[in-house]
């Protein structure tokens, strides 16, 4: 059996599963929590799928393996700008929603078939910025503010 890292992040945020989709995958919503990043995927099984800067290089890619919105997505991952983490090939991220009440409990599961991954270790940091971000802007109408912008600490 192979070896594997993993990332695995829960948190609740008081929203819909259909908004908490929406600000996961629409441009509008991830530039303001998600260092002003666009994804762009055709949102399909099969579809490929890419994160862009905001002077439009590509810091992610992949393709789109599952999609049940607003339930489930995964997503196949490579780091695209740093060539020792783009050398570990792809992970493998998943978003699971579920209505819990008046909340929504998310789970993001970010896994590579390699022990001792930096690019785990570099998604360990980073999304639990991002997250809490995105968990702000749907309670309180604000990102955090260092989450804005590309690049930072919380963004590499």
């Given at each position: 059996m192979m070896k594997k890292d993993q990332f695995v992040y829960v948190t609740y945020i008081r929203t819909t599963p259909e908004k908490l989709w929406k600000a996961l995958t629409e441009p509008e919503f991830t530039r303001q929590f998600w260092c002003n990043t666009a994804q762009?995927?055709?949102?399909?099984?099969?579809?490929?799928?890419?994160i862009l800067t905001p002077d439009g290089r590509v810091a992610?890619?992949?393709?789109?393996?599952?999609?049940?919105?607003?339930?489930?997505?995964?997503?196949?991952?490579?780091?695209e700008f740093r060539p020792e983490l783009k050398a570990e090939g792809y992970s493998r991220l998943t978003y699971q929603l579920e209505k819990e009440g008046k909340s929504v409990k998310l789970t993001v599961i970010h896994e590579i078939?390699?022990?001792?991954?930096?690019?785990?270790?570099?998604?360990?940091?980073?999304w639990p910025h991002i997250l809490a971000s995105l968990k702000s802007l749907l309670e309180t109408s604000e990102s955090l503010e260092e989450t804005r912008e590309w690049p930072q600490e919380a963004c590499k």
């Amino acid at each position: 059996m192979m070896k594997k890292d993993q990332f695995v992040y829960v948190t609740y945020i008081r929203t819909t599963p259909e908004k908490l989709w929406k600000a996961l995958t629409e441009p509008e919503f991830t530039r303001q929590f998600w260092c002003n990043t666009a994804q762009e995927s055709e949102w399909k099984p099969g579809a490929s799928w890419k994160i862009l800067t905001p002077d439009g290089r590509v810091a992610d890619s992949g393709e789109v393996l599952e999609i049940e919105p607003p339930r489930r997505l995964v997503l196949k991952w490579r780091n695209e700008f740093r060539p020792e983490l783009k050398a570990e090939g792809y992970s493998r991220l998943t978003y699971q929603l579920e209505k819990e009440g008046k909340s929504v409990k998310l789970t993001v599961i970010h896994e590579i078939e390699k022990e001792g991954s930096k690019f785990i270790e570099a998604v360990s940091s980073g999304w639990p910025h991002i997250l809490a971000s995105l968990k702000s802007l749907l309670e309180t109408s604000e990102s955090l503010e260092e989450t804005r912008e590309w690049p930072q600490e919380a963004c590499k």
